[in-house]
Nanobody, 123 residues
Framework: QVQLVESGGGLVQAGGSLRLSCAAS????????MAWYRQAPGKQREEVAA???????NYADSVKGRFTISRDNAKKTIHLQMNSLKPEDTAVYYC?????????????????WGQGTVVNVSS
């Protein structure tokens, strides 16, 4: 089994910063792409940022220049540093990972999701 656990959400005023973290655990052979998604009330879930195993990031236009995604392959963690937060960043943030699970040549792909962490930005 594979598990993703997020942390770091909370309430912050507009212009402030938060740092989200996500740790993967379980029967993991390798982790490919890791990403952060968010879902605001009444809206569809959207990708915020993603990072490859080679540390190449990609950002949604709405967060470019404000958010930074990083990754520690050894610790199986990713982080999302969010600066200059805006009320429209308010959402539940989810960690996602493209994982190859298993061992001893018995592998299977797993599209893993965390339980979500709430980010609330007040104006």
């Amino acid at each position: 089994q594979v598990q993703l656990v997020e942390s770091g959400g909370g309430l912050v005023q507009a212009g402030g910063s938060l740092r989200l973290s996500c740790a993967a655990s379980g029967s993991i052979f390798t982790i490919n792409l890791m990403a952060w998604y968010r879902q605001a009330p009444g809206k569809q879930r959207e990708e915020v940022a993603a990072i490859t195993s080679g540390h190449v990031p990609n950002y949604a236009d709405s967060v470019k220049g404000r958010f930074t995604i990083s990754r520690d392959n050894a610790k199986k963690t990713i982080h999302l540093q969010m600066n200059s937060l805006k009320p429209e960043d308010t959402a539940v943030y989810y960690c996602n990972a493209d994982i190859v699970s298993g061992s001893d040549y018995d592998y299977k792909p797993v599209d893993a999701w965390g339980q979500g962490t709430v980010v609330n930005v007040s104006s």
